[in-house]
């Protein structure tokens, strides 16, 4: 039976031009992708195109999300194979993983976006469309997935909620846990790849009032305090598990008090389950560790609920 594919536009670069050396939006580089596919694979897939939205992702809106949400969950699922939604880089991590948490549909929805205008050579665009298109076509697993591919690697297919932010100047895309699979001549499953059970958020409304500190080097966070009480803080680990236990001003611990001391519950993100623990680490308290999430994972999470963990 031929496959159908619901296709999702909401801008990006995926669907933009170089413009007089800008790059802008253009809703016939949408159009141009799907034109592509057929006239390199034939129209044994049918695909159902809507333009949903128009934006570059640094421009995200919450009420984009919610238009996404919204749409997504009234689709009849019933009529299609899958749904493919192309997004923008920047923003990419955090709308795959808020998607994660506040869908529950019958088929996957993919996310695809593109480092460059798919009119430009070096761009993944087309190849991430493909992707997303042979992962629903031979496997459907149900879920949120983002489809890309790095310089000089094959597509690979990411829990949509696992994600790190795009590297800057690279434009290389990484997730934590391994990917779920290899799209190279056929879908190639990765055997280290471990889903887990995500709650379902019935109620999508995000809340803003969390702030997110970065750890990094001599990282003063007398600067960090606040003068208008937040729902939370999520601060992030060092790649170790591991953040400044000492001194006065760069001691995370004391900040945790302060918190502590106001109210303000503290989410330690970026700390695996089953690593090493360092010895700075064991003086860690006051503080929920929300093991084996990442900084998007915990601050999307922080945004929904008041229970991260």
């Known amino acids: 039976m031929k496959k159908k594919i619901c296709v999702v536009f909401t801008g990006g670069t995926i669907g933009s031009n170089v413009f007089d050396g800008v790059v802008k939006l253009d809703n016939h580089s949408c159009d141009n992708l799907i034109d592509r596919y057929i006239e390199k694979y034939g129209e044994d897939i049918s695909f159902d195109t809507i333009s949903l939205l128009d934006f570059h992702s640094e421009n995200l809106k919450e009420e984009y999300l919610y238009k996404?949400?919204?749409?997504?969950?009234g689709y009849d699922c019933e009529k299609v194979d899958g749904i493919i939604l192309t997004h923008g880089t920047d923003t990419l991590d955090f709308t795959a993983c808020y998607l994660s948490y506040v869908l529950s549909l019958s088929v996957p929805v993919v996310l695809v976006s593109a480092n460059y205008p798919i009119d430009d050579e070096r761009s993944n665009g087309f190849m991430n469309f493909l992707g997303a298109v042979e992962f629903i076509e031979k496997l459907n697993k149900r879920g949120v997935y983002v489809s890309f591919q790095n310089e000089g690697e094959c597509v690979k297919i990411h829990d949509g909620a696992k994600l790190f932010p795009i590297r800057e100047f690279t434009?290389?895309?990484?997730?934590?846990?391994?990917?779920?699979?290899?799209?190279?001549?056929?879908?190639?499953i990765c055997e280290e790849y471990v889903s887990a059970e995500k709650p379902y958020f019935e109620n999508y409304v995000l809340k803003k009032d969390v702030v997110v500190v970065n750890s990094h080097g001599l990282l003063d966070f007398s600067y960090r305090k606040f003068k208008k009480k937040p729902r939370a803080v999520v601060l992030s680990t060092y790649h170790s598990g591991t953040i400044c236990v000492e001194g006065e001003?760069?001691?995370?611990?004391?900040?945790?008090?302060?918190?502590?001391?106001?109210?303000?519950?503290?989410?330690?993100?970026?700390?695996?389950?089953?690593?090493?623990?360092?010895?700075?680490?064991?003086?860690?308290?006051?503080?929920?560790?929300?093991?084996?999430?990442?900084?998007?994972?915990?601050?999307?999470?922080?945004?929904?609920?008041?229970?991260?963990?």
Request: aromatic share 6%; proline share 1%.
């Open 68 to 73: 996404m949400v919204e749409f997504l969950r």
């Open 171 to 188: 434009g290389r895309l990484d997730s934590a846990k391994g990917v779920v699979c290899k799209i190279s001549d056929g879908v190639e």
């Open 249 to 309: 001003e760069l001691n995370a611990l004391r900040y945790i008090a302060y918190c502590n001391k106001k109210k303000v519950p503290v989410i330690l993100s970026g700390v695996e389950k089953d690593g090493n623990l360092y010895q700075s680490a064991t003086k860690i308290k006051g503080c929920t560790i929300a093991y084996d999430k990442t900084l998007t994972e915990c601050v999307v999470l922080a945004m929904l609920t008041d229970k991260i963990c």
